[in-house]
């Protein structure tokens, strides 16, 4: 129920496994670090009431213990003293989009350099983290690069979940391109890869594997219009029956599953 994410390795621990055998090397591993959480209220997200004056014992990456009062740890553990503050599990967001966070609206993302939306959404992570969510999906707009590095331990941020450049139709509501372009070379979120426009089932299909090798692990196609959309009616449907299976099917290939944007019941 409970998150603590720890982040070991680097270029020494590289060499280390690259000198030595898997074998040498798992016999002089050291026992996991642990940290002691002590004097906790814990909302388990089960219960309604606190469980009141509690401890929690962390092992590496593993509840190892929940006792009330006291729990017996190593000489070496680290120990936070909540103060008779709330411990829970983290929060989970289904539903961000971290790279498109700044302020301005479409004519605002439309003007801003490549280097602005993933400095937009490092801020946008380490918001969310401080806000208690430890894992969210990015659901459109947002590939890899801040996750690796959020991973690599570099910069604080939650577990991600990517589902890479939104896929759309032509006049779709993912279709960012605005009067006057006349290509995806001339618009910025197009040029950037954050959102795509797909027609048929073969453009689909690239689209999600180009996706795919950006490192996204969910496929997120429009498949209606909305509120925000200025070329799509939000009661429109969007995607043909074989455009949505082509979809599914690059996602089934993965073991992944596709996300739609829509608003209808049709």
Same mark, same amino acid.
């Given at each position: 129920?409970?998150?603590?994410?720890?982040?070991?390795?680097?270029?020494?621990?590289?060499?280390?496994?690259?000198?030595?055998?898997?074998?040498?090397?798992?016999?002089?591993?050291?026992?996991?670090?642990?940290?002691?959480?002590?004097?906790?209220?814990?909302?388990?997200?089960?219960?309604?009431?606190?469980s009141?004056?509690?401890? +929690?014992? +962390?092992?590496?990456?593993?509840?190892?213990?929940?006792?009330?009062?006291?729990?017996?740890?190593r000489?070496?553990?680290?120990?936070?003293?909540?103060?008779?503050?709330?411990l829970?599990?983290?929060?989970?967001?289904?539903?961000?989009?971290?790279?498109?966070?700044?302020?301005?609206?479409?004519?605002?993302?439309?003007?801003?350099?490549?280097?602005?939306?993933p400095?937009?959404?490092?801020?946008?992570?380490?918001?969310?983290?401080?806000?208690?969510?430890?894992?969210?999906?990015?659901?459109?707009?947002?590939?890899?690069?801040?996750?690796?590095?959020?991973?690599?331990?570099?910069l604080?941020?939650?577990?991600?979940?990517?589902?890479?450049?939104?896929?759309?139709?032509?006049?779709?509501?993912?279709?960012?391109?605005?009067d006057?372009?006349?290509?995806?070379?001339?618009?910025?979120?197009?040029?950037?890869?954050?959102?795509?426009?797909?027609?048929?089932?073969?453009? $689909?299909?690239?689209?999600?594997?180009?996706?795919?090798?950006?490192?996204?692990?969910? $496929?997120? $196609?429009?498949?209606?219009?909305?509120?925000?959309?200025?070329?799509?009616?939000?009661?429109?449907p969007?995607?043909?029956?074989?455009?949505?299976?082509?979809?599914?099917?690059?996602?089934?290939?993965?073991? +992944?599953?596709?996300?739609?944007?829509?608003?209808?019941?049709?």
């Amino acid at each position: 129920m409970f998150s603590v994410r720890r982040f070991v390795g680097g270029l020494a621990a590289t060499l280390l496994l690259a000198i030595y055998p898997a074998a040498v090397v798992g016999a002089e591993e050291g026992p996991k670090p642990q940290t002691l959480f002590t004097n906790v209220n814990i909302f388990d997200g089960k219960n309604d009431a606190l469980s009141e004056g509690m401890s +929690v014992l +962390v092992e590496g990456n593993f509840i190892k213990k929940v006792a009330k009062g006291e729990i017996e740890a190593r000489d070496d553990a680290t120990v936070v003293n909540g103060g008779g503050r709330t411990l829970m599990p983290g929060l989970i967001d289904s539903h961000v989009h971290f790279y498109l966070s700044m302020g301005g609206g479409r004519i605002g993302m439309e003007t801003s350099r490549w280097d602005y939306f993933p400095a937009m959404g490092a801020a946008a992570a380490q918001e969310w983290l401080a806000d208690g969510f430890t894992t969210v999906r990015d659901m459109g707009g947002m590939l890899d690069g801040l996750r690796k590095v959020i991973d690599a331990g570099l910069l604080d941020g939650p577990r991600m979940y990517l589902a890479g450049s939104t896929i759309s139709q032509t006049s779709g509501h993912g279709d960012t391109l605005l009067d006057g372009q006349m290509g995806p070379g001339e618009n910025n979120l197009a040029r950037l890869g954050l959102f795509v426009v797909a027609d048929g089932p073969e453009e $689909i299909r690239k689209a999600a594997r180009k996706s795919f090798s950006y490192g996204a692990t969910i $496929i997120k $196609i429009m498949m209606g219009g909305g509120v925000a959309g200025a070329k799509s009616p939000m009661f429109a449907p969007q995607y043909t029956n074989t455009e949505i299976k082509a979809a599914v099917e690059e996602a089934a290939s993965r073991d +992944v599953y596709v996300a739609a944007h829509i608003y209808n019941d049709e």
